[in-house]
Every structure is written in C-alpha cells, then in structure tokens.
C-alpha cells in the first residue's frame, strides 16, 4: 500500500523536479499545490467552526432546560436535542474537527517515502544501483539505527567516495551515477536528506557548521507551528469567550503541538522538517483570511 503511495508522490516529484531543477523548490511547490487541493475541506472546516461558535447558545439553554433531571435522563435529552439541532443546522462535528486533518495523513506518508529515498521514487534508479549504493553507504558512513533507514538521502552528498568502493557498479551504471552527482537535494543551502541532532546542541562548539544551520529546521518548525496554534487559540477565545473549558483543553492540545513537532523534526531528514515549516506558514495565513471571510457574525 505504502510502495504504491510512493511511486505516486515520487512521479509528481519527478515532474516538479524535471522542470525546476531543485528538489527545495520542487518542495515549496508541492506543499502549495496540497494547500489549495485541501482548501475546500479547510473552507468547510472554518464555516464548520464558526457555526459550531454561533450553535453554542442554543446548546447552553438545551442544558438549563433538563438542568433538574435526574443525570441519565438529562444526558440523553441532552444528546437527543443537541443532534436534532445539528441536523437542523447543518452541522457535523467530523467536518468542524479532525476530517481535515486526518486528509492529510496520506500526504505525510507519500511525502516520508519522497524524501527517506529519492533515488528510487524521484530519479527512479535501478533497484540493483540503489541497493548497492545504500549497503556500501551504511558500511562506510556507519550509518546506524534510524540514519540507515536513511542511507540514500545521506549517500548523494559523498556519492563519489562511495563509488569508489564499488567500481565495477560505478562503470554499469554510469549514466544513472551522474543523475545523481547533479541531483540538488538542498533548499536555501541546507542538506534535506540529513537528519538534525541533539548532540549538536550538547556539543555545540565542537560541532560543524552544517551541523549548526540544521538546527534552523526544528527551531522554524517549533515557531512556525507555535505562531499558528496561538493565532488559532486567540480567535477562538474572541469568537467564544464563555466556553473557557473547551478553550482550555484545546488550547492544551494546540500547544503540544509544536512541542511534538519540535521532537519530530529531530527524527526525520531535513525535507520533512521543511515540509512542516511551509505547511505552518500556509496555515498561518490561511487562518488568517479564512477567520476574516467565515467569521460567525457573519
């Protein structure tokens, strides 16, 4: 299932790349091209929030009205009146909620087997050369753990110290080895196939200046996502200010986010991280101009 998603994703990259020439702007492409594919679900999204900000008073008198039955007949007069209301209204807690989201699992999935090997969904080398690529790769890289998971994306900054483990390969497949020597797998400078660590940050001064920039992934995934939830729990406060329960446990799961997003950018090649960061900013202002066209007063 997950090999078909990728030779998907790998084909519309290839075309993004064959025309650009840069696997970063291939990138910048990509997520705007899935921004404006989902908008529709997101434009239901936000109309769904702002009906569901303008259904809550008519909730509050549903539980004043059964507020002195006894707790499991008010519960079900409760949830029998509030989905009559909903039907009534047009509203559905799926599209208001996490519908969108869960649309965007599949794109993350093709978008990991994308950047975790672009030798074989991107370029579409042979099995033979990519194979051979990687074992050398992990042998003399000393790639362990979750970096040999990763050894094509690491493999095509040292592509000509490895080849010379191989000659007899490097001479079958020379056409395919210069695919790869003039395959710019970088965006702004930074590597995307190499994966931030922690121990850059341990070992700062002792660390390379490659190593450094890379910090610059997780730091904008963190900022990014964090100016998003705020934005996103500011308007919500605004436009529902008497549901301070509800505001307070999203509010919680809105700020775990960029916390989670932070830690997985640590696990991840750089091209995820920067997936992420032009994902938030998109949303950024997307929420935006949304909040202002589908506010619930009007």
């Known amino acids: 299932m997950f090999d078909f998603l990728y030779s998907i994703f790998g084909f519309l990259f290839r075309i993004l790349y064959d025309f650009i020439g840069n696997y970063g702007l291939a990138l910048l492409i990509f997520t705007l091209f899935f921004r404006v594919v989902l908008l529709p679900t997101t434009i239901k999204q936000q109309k769904g929030s702002a009906k569901q900000v303008r259904l809550q008073p008519k909730i509050k008198r549903i539980r004043e009205k059964y507020q002195d039955y006894a707790p499991q007949e008010r519960n079900a007069k409760i949830q029998e009146e509030t989905n009559a209301l909903y039907q009534r ?32 969904y991107v370029l579409n080398l042979p ?12 042998s003399e890289l000393g790639l362990t753990g979750t970096k040999a998971a990763y050894a094509e994306s690491a493999l095509i900054a040292n592509i000509d110290n490895l080849l010379l483990k191989i000659p007899e390969t490097a001479a079958q497949f020379a056409d395919e080895i210069q695919k790869i020597r003039e ?19 341990k070992n700062f001064g002792s660390s390379s200046t490659d190593e450094k920039i890379l910090l610059i992934i997780p730091l904008l995934s963190f900022v990014t996502s964090l100016m998003t939830s705020l934005l996103t729990q500011a308007r919500q406060k605004k436009q529902n200010p008497g549901a301070q329960e509800m505001a307070a446990q999203t509010g919680c799961m809105m700020l775990m986010m960029p916390f989670m997003s932070l830690y997985f950018t640590f696990q991840f090649p750089a091209g995820m991280g920067m997936y992420w960061i032009l994902s938030n900013v998109f949303a950024f202002f997307q929420t935006l101009i949304l909040g202002h066209f589908y506010a619930p007063r009007k």
């Open 89 to 120: 209204e047009g509203y559905s807690a799926m599209t208001a909620g996490c519908a969108p989201l869960l649309l965007q699992l599949p794109i993350l999935w093709g978008l990991y087997g994308v950047v975790r090997e672009p030798l074989k």
């Open 127 to 138: 099995k033979e050369l990519v194979e051979a690529l990687k074992e050398v790769a992990v």
């Open 183 to 201: 395959f710019n797998f970088t965006m702004f400078g930074i590597d995307l196939g190499a994966i931030p660590a922690f121990d850059t940050i």
